[in-house]
């Protein structure tokens, strides 16, 4: 179905172009020097890249992707912290409404940065038309982008945005059109886009990556409410553009799987697309770093300000699969992507808290230079280790830098305050004893920046949105979609194989399934927005989990926020709400 629909819908996105963009100032690090346009080529593409970070938000498009699939969960934090209009209870338990808040600044920044990419085309169409390479070459990576991004509101909204002029109606596209469009879009600049420019920004191999999980998902988005039928040729082209990026010889695995998500990581060899954040594009505030952690957890001595906010944290049904992968052998000391033991590993022998009273604890730390302090990574369990502040508000230091301390209940209400350590907990739920501030397992997969300003006002840290492992990966499941198990297996045991920086070592695979390839990809990419697409591609998002029991198939798509429908009302049939709203 095409529905034509007026350049007024979503103005409340669409006249951010002209009237709200911030970013004008800001120049992109690889600096398009050489020629007397390159200030208005580098203004055109900095706002449409600059929003991704925004679009990518934790309270946007980020959490919902994150809190309705079965990796976290945010109930109501003692009972006054994170309810926010019961938004997040909504979208975990699958009974999200048009109205929803999560749902409609999910859109609105989406949009936003959907039309900021037109703005930049229609800035540099005419440039390229008249020579300028530079400008020709800005224009492929927009074009790119802004299929990137309809992607993202095709697997979330089941549409697309088709609009090449600020002054022209926009057209949606669903289903076989709207993969048809994106496809055509990206085919456009495959061939013409750099190959050089790096993670943050469109190159070919992010072009090649986009078109092969478009055509891995094409089967869902042709029928979002059905069961998929993957086709031969759709799994064909998924095989041809990851052999492509393979065969380039430009990626590498990380060794270390953390790297992947550290201050550095702009030149890691395994990113292929990021949101940029280095420099003055510090844009992200280390949403993605401190929002699962304990709200009385300091993890940057440097950074006096800078916490956790006791957010979402992983499922038990979650932790459970890697129980399950593992048996009696603990995760931790089974897989190198579960946790990095750093303080750990620190305060081994140093500390022994049975029987210690939380506030009588002045002697069991232990030391450590700023530079040389890191909490621990991955899935957090138990009592985490971190600075800790005095009654003056200054971090206690000894000789040889910052004491370490088991982390105290400090934040809180009632009787989670000044009573105890921060405890993670396996259960954590919407009851009142499971919704307490130290319940639930949290995600420290991203550092907190050792190079910005502030741990959490600012970070320097990429938010990694496509990276070399997601293309083993995924030519692992086209191969065995078609049958090819040995091919599939080897794939999964390359990335599996390639995390050896540190014990634990992996171990390989002997045999594989979709049920191993879908617990595989919930080990690889935990906690960076790609699980509900996943259980979706699946068949598991009508599983029940903690807290959600749904099993209506419409709510694979989330509603058109209201404020669109309304906006569209004027003009009946332009905009459709989504089925089952």
Not at 289 to 309: F, K, N, Q, V
Not at 561 to 569: R, Y
Request: aromatic content about 12%.
């Amino acid at each position: 179905m095409k529905n034509i629909i007026k350049s007024t819908l979503l103005a409340f996105s669409f006249l951010c172009i002209y009237s709200c963009s911030d970013l004008n100032e800001e120049v992109l690090d690889e600096s398009l020097t050489g020629s007397g346009q390159a200030e208005a080529i580098s203004g055109a593409i900095a706002p449409a890249y600059g929003q991704v970070s925004w679009t990518w938000r934790h309270t946007n498009y980020y959490g919902l992707q994150l809190i309705p699939s079965d990796e976290a969960i945010l109930p109501y934090r003692g009972g006054t912290d994170w309810y926010d209009g019961g938004k997040f209870l909504a979208a975990h338990t699958h009974s999200i409404t048009p109205t929803n808040d999560l749902v409609k600044s999910a859109w609105t920044e989406l949009t936003i940065n959907i039309s900021r990419t037109v703005s930049a085309i229609e800035v540099l169409r005419p440039l390229a038309d008249a020579g300028n390479t530079e400008a020709a070459g800005a224009l492929y990576e927009m074009i790119a982008l802004r299929a990137y991004l309809n992607m993202l509101t095709l697997d979330s909204w089941g549409l697309v945005f088709k609009k090449e002029l600020s002054s022209k109606d926009s057209e949606i596209l669903r289903n076989q059109e709207a993969v048809d469009y994106i496809e055509s879009e990206l085919l456009s600049v495959v061939d013409l886009i750099n190959n050089n420019k790096g993670p943050g920004r469109m190159t070919q191999a992010a072009v090649w990556g986009f078109l092969a999980r478009l055509h891995l998902n094409a089967a869902v988005y042709r029928d979002p409410y059905g069961t998929p039928n993957f086709t031969t040729e759709d799994m064909d082209k998924v095989i041809t553009y990851t052999n492509n990026i393979i065969n380039s010889g430009q990626f590498s695995l990380s060794p270390e799987y953390f790297d992947l998500f550290n201050d550095d990581n702009n030149s890691n060899a395994e990113l292929i697309f990021a949101s940029d954040q280095r420099g003055v594009l510090k844009r992200e505030h280390s949403r993605w770093a401190y929002w699962s952690i304990p709200g009385s957890m300091y993890p940057r001595p440097e950074h006096l300000s800078a916490d956790g906010t006791d957010g979402p944290a992983i499922t038990s049904d979650f932790y459970q699969t890697w129980v399950a992968a593992y048996g009696s052998v603990d995760p931790a000391d089974a897989d190198p992507r579960f946790l990095q033991k750093n303080t750990q590993e620190a305060a081994n022998g140093v500390a022994d808290l049975t029987g210690l009273s939380p506030l009588n604890d002045e002697n069991n730390y232990y030391c450590v230079a700023a530079k040389d302090f890191e909490i621990d990574r991955g899935i957090l369990r138990g009592v985490p280790w971190a600075a800790r502040k005095d009654e003056n508000g200054a971090f206690y230091t000894c000789s040889d830098g910052y004491r370490i301390y088991p982390v105290k209940q400090i934040k809180g209400n009632g009787k989670d305050k000044n009573v105890a350590y921060v405890n993670l907990t396996e259960k954590v739920d919407f009851t009142n004893e499971g919704r307490a501030h130290h319940t639930g397992f949290r995600v420290s997969k991203y550092q907190f920046s050792r190079t910005s300003p502030n741990g959490n006002n600012f970070s320097s840290v990429d938010l990694v949105l496509m990276r070399y492992a997601e293309i083993y990966m995924m030519r692992a499941e086209a191969q065995l979609r078609k049958g090819d198990n040995a091919a599939a297996l080897a794939d999964v045991n390359t990335v599996r194989m390639s995390r050896t920086a540190r014990a634990p070592l992996p171990t390989a695979l002997n045999s594989i399934n979709l049920d191993i390839l879908y617990r595989e990809l919930g080990f690889e990419f935990y906690w960076e927005g790609l699980r509900r697409t996943n259980q979706i591609r699946f068949s598991h998002y009508e599983d029940s989990w903690t807290e959600k029991t749904d099993t209506n198939v419409n709510n694979r798509l989330f509603p058109i926020p209201q404020v669109a429908i309304d906006g569209a009302s004027n003009t009946p049939g332009y905009l459709e709400q989504n089925k089952g709203y």
